[in-house]
């Protein structure tokens, strides 16, 4: 396993000490930056291929988006132990070729008039599941990539680039869809995970990965290993069960919120979209104070503080009556708020959770976390409307919204709390397990 000082020099050149002097750096952001665009962007084109141009109605409608969000629960435990095993920079290539076919292919057929639900039922789950492989594999590069003192700054960069992208990339793809048709949007899409493909396949340094025994365990053990190994750090074990709990009532809250807004202030779904698209800007700067805070108050100070000022703000929601001249900028500056600070404690946990995982075990934990976190969010939103059909809107966002701190309140009793302004070096990787002597 490399050290922080040696990281990336397995080709035998060094990683300069400035990160934007590194052009493999720059190639990773460029084509990170190109694929977030391009996913981002088929959230919204491909549910408007389908009512636009097959006709497609509300319940075709839901099966597609949730076609599309299936591998993240499906594939990510797999995912996170097959990345481990190999070299990011080509899982990342061949993921990129393969959404740009898929969406090239949809492109094609639907100008032709050839192509049915079924099919883009199918495009959405492969652009899905390989969405999920390079997000877990980009993870797992940057701490191949850079030195780990220069991980908080890394990430600050390529989040703030997933914040862009998380802004412009649904209103891009809407507005090719507007522009031009359907199918021509998703070959636009397509040109950005080819522009991915084209930045990332030029990063030039060699990628140490982990030595494979002759007889490589099987992808449940990996998987155990994975668990295991979240489930054995305090650290990690607080960084999955804060994000779980966040992500349950975040998902909860929402569902309610968005029946609290038109319902209750009678805000119209141009000034609904707006409220909502206010949290982008909050976290490009909570990106940017990522890269400095730590450092100076110390990681576990801010993630303690910034959870709880980002989630306790929407304590203020429910406070708001109807569509006063008010209402509107208290929303915006609630939801900038939020989007700021939440921004501020992702990607200080994401630095957090890379600096105390060794290098072979990168994937499995950032798969693993994952899977925990988003593996409730079904049932968070059930609970969202439970508690609005029992409760009313205005409760049930209190209630939610408070639940939400619990995040913060478990960070602030587990050793997260205690990290300084440098993070301590991670343990050595789990030594794989030696293959069996042959019998004479």
């Not at 988006?65 to 499906?74: K, N, S």
């Not at 309610?256 to 141009?270: C, E, K, Q, T």
């Amino acid at each position: 396993m490399l050290s922080s000082s040696s990281a990336g020099s397995g080709s035998g050149r060094p990683v300069p000490s400035s990160l934007w002097r590194d052009g493999d750096f720059r190639r990773l952001w460029v084509g990170q930056t190109a694929s977030q665009l391009g996913e981002h962007a088929c959230l919204v084109v491909l549910p408007l291929f389908a009512v636009l141009t097959l006709d497609a109605g509300a319940g075709q409608l839901g099966a597609l988006r949730a076609v599309g969000q299936a591998p993240i629960l499906l594939l990510s435990l797999f995912v996170g132990a097959w990345v481990d095993r190999w070299r990011t920079r080509t899982v990342m290539v061949l993921t990129d070729v393969g959404r740009a076919l898929a969406l090239g292919a949809a492109a094609v057929a639907g100008l032709l008039g050839l192509l049915g639900l079924p099919a883009l039922l199918a495009v959405a789950f492969a652009v899905g599941a390989l969405s999920v492989f390079f997000d877990v594999s980009y993870q797992a590069s940057l701490v191949r990539l850079v030195k780990r003192d220069q991980l908080v700054r890394a990430n600050s960069a390529l989040e703030g680039s997933r914040s862009a992208a998380q802004i412009g990339g649904p209103a891009l793809g809407g507005a090719l869809v507007s522009l031009l048709s359907a199918p021509i949007a998703a070959a636009s899409s397509a040109l950005f995970f080819a522009l991915s493909f084209l930045s990332i396949r030029r990063i030039g340094r060699h990628e140490s990965v982990p030595e494979r025994s002759e007889r490589p365990p099987r992808v449940w053990r990996r998987i155990q290993e994975g668990l295991r190994f979240v489930a054995g750090d305090t650290s990690l074990r607080a960084v999955c069960l804060a994000s779980a709990v966040f992500q349950f009532f975040f998902a909860a809250v929402m569902t309610v919120y968005l029946l609290f807004l038109p319902r209750d202030l009678h805000l119209s779904g141009a000034a609904v979209g707006l409220v909502l698209a206010a949290t982008g800007p909050g976290a490009l700067l909570g990106s940017l104070l990522a890269a400095r805070l730590p450092s100076r108050f110390g990681h576990g100070a801010v993630l303690v503080s910034a959870a709880a000022l980002g989630d306790g703000v929407f304590l203020l929601v429910p406070a708001l009556h109807g569509s006063s001249t008010v209402t509107v900028p208290a929303l915006l500056a609630i939801s900038f708020l939020f989007g700021a600070f939440g921004q501020l404690v992702n990607v200080t946990l994401m630095a957090v959770r890379q600096t105390l995982t060794p290098d072979g075990m990168q994937g499995r934990a950032a798969a693993t976390i994952n899977f925990v976190g988003m593996g409730l969010t079904p049932l968070g939103s059930l609970l969202g409307g439970f508690l609005a059909e029992g409760w009313g809107t205005r409760t049930s966002l209190l209630v939610t919204a408070a639940g939400m701190l619990l995040s913060p309140a478990l960070m602030a009793l587990s050793p997260l709390a205690r990290l300084g302004r440098t993070l301590p070096a991670p343990p050595e990787a789990p030594a794989p397990p030696e293959a069996p002597a042959p019998s004479v």
